[in-house]
């Protein structure tokens, strides 16, 4: 970041112009917010929230809305991929709403993960949790799915509000996903 500002006149008359820099910080801390759980937006929060980690950067993840899939026990080991309305995908609307190509789709992108040697999300969640990040559920969106605390993976650390995540979330950098 650069900054200019205007000196004081010299004894000539004339303003000098001196310049400030001020050298970016290194990031301390992220909190990440995952709002979809669709498989393909699963892993974005996840690899952000890893690379995070892995350079020793702070970071929380908070699944709100139907990002609480990706915590969701009964769910997160059979997310998919939406192949209508999704605007990436390579194949018009009409025939991703065909009748099997949501299930060919999600197991042609997991294929490509597992190829990668990407962890499932479950796997994911688990060592996001070992490594320190901190996984939040949203208390709003719990209440609306009409969810409970057990039917969340163990590594889920609470479920908060939105005003606790606020004030978790204080000296963050907020990734919403």
């Known amino acids: 970041m650069t900054t200019t500002t205007l000196d004081e006149p010299t004894t000539s008359g004339q303003s000098t112009v001196a310049e400030i820099v001020q050298e970016p910080q290194p990031i301390q801390r992220v909190s990440i917010i995952c ?72 197991k042609m992108m997991k294929k490509q993960m597992e190829d990668l040697d990407i962890p499932p999300v479950r796997e994911f969640i688990e060592m996001l949790s070992d490594s320190g990040a901190e996984l939040y559920a949203c208390r709003m969106a719990m209440d609306m799915f009409k969810l409970e605390e057990g039917d969340l993976v163990p590594q889920v650390d609470e479920v908060l509000t939105v005003m606790d995540f606020y004030d978790k979330s204080a000296g963050s950098q907020i990734i919403f996903i």
Not at 36 to 64: C, H, Q, W
């Open 35 to 106: 709002s979809k759980g669709s498989l393909d937006m699963a892993y974005p929060g996840l690899v952000m929230a890893n690379g995070a980690r892995m350079m020793g950067i702070e970071a929380m993840v908070f699944f709100t809305f139907w990002g609480l899939d990706m915590i969701t026990d009964k769910k997160v080991d059979n997310l998919h991929i939406s192949t209508v309305g999704n605007p990436s995908m390579p194949i018009p609307t009409m025939v991703g709403g065909l009748p099997g190509m949501e299930a060919m789709a999600s």
